[in-house]
């Protein structure tokens, strides 16, 4: 547990940082405050770290940011009370989902966190997605799901594989059994049976021939 002296740089940035979470930015200072910080996962009066006191405070527009740099949403303060607690207790019902939503992120190794400003979440075992404000854009409905790529993302629905676009709409049938590249330079790698494609955005297989640099393309449309 690191408490804080408020001697250093450091922390006089620190207080600086807890003064807006009680009182309010809105030059939206408390970004470059977090980002010289770093993890700012540290106690201040009480135990509270800088999360605890924007959740009392209902600090709405930072929760994203302190939890990106380290604030444990579950830590407790002297009282026993984490941030979720204290924005239960307090009603702050769109501060603790964006908590919660934090928690449902799925997290692989080496994935740029938030890529086109999405994140891939689970909840009871269902897949949907989140945007960088932590609120749900799209329901946790599907079996497995993909980060979106040039505006559309693989997900999965009885075995099968298709695409949405940002708003949840399907774009691609579920017809492919897996996908092994998402969407770049405007194609992606599918398996189809036993077979491997390129696709393109517009629902067709291309077939790229080692010899030929340009494509071929076949007219079979998975649109709906």
């Keep these: 547990m690191v408490n804080v002296s408020m001697n250093t740089e450091k922390d006089i940035l620190l207080k600086k940082l807890i003064y807006i979470c009680q009182n309010g930015d809105q030059a939206n200072n408390y970004i470059q405050l977090v980002n010289k910080i770093g993890n700012v996962d540290i106690a201040y009066n009480k135990g509270n770290t800088p999360l605890h006191i924007a959740s009392y405070n209902n600090r709405i527009d930072m929760v994203h940011v302190l939890l990106m740099h380290g604030a444990n949403p579950h830590r407790k303060n002297n009282n026993g009370e984490s941030p979720i607690d204290i924005a239960n207790k307090k009603k702050h019902t769109v501060f603790s989902s964006r908590i919660q939503n934090f928690l449902y992120i799925v997290k692989h190794e080496n994935e ?54 940002i708003k949840g709409e399907i774009k691609l049938k579920f017809n492919f059994d897996v996908i092994i590249e998402d969407f770049r ?16 955005r517009n629902g067709e297989i291309i077939t790229v021939k080692e010899e030929d640099p340009h494509f071929k393309y076949i007219p079979v449309d998975f649109r709906y």
């Design 185 to 200: 330079s405007n194609r992606s790698k599918v398996q189809i049976n036993d077979k491997k494609h390129y696709i393109n």
């Design 112 to 165: 740029i966190p938030f890529p086109e400003n999405t994140a891939v979440i689970m909840n009871t075992g269902k897949f949907g997605y989140i945007n960088s404000d932590l609120d749900i854009i799209i329901e946790c409905i599907y079996d497995d799901a993909r980060q979106f790529s040039q505006g559309l993302a693989g997900v999965k629905k009885n075995s099968k594989w298709g695409f949405i676009d």
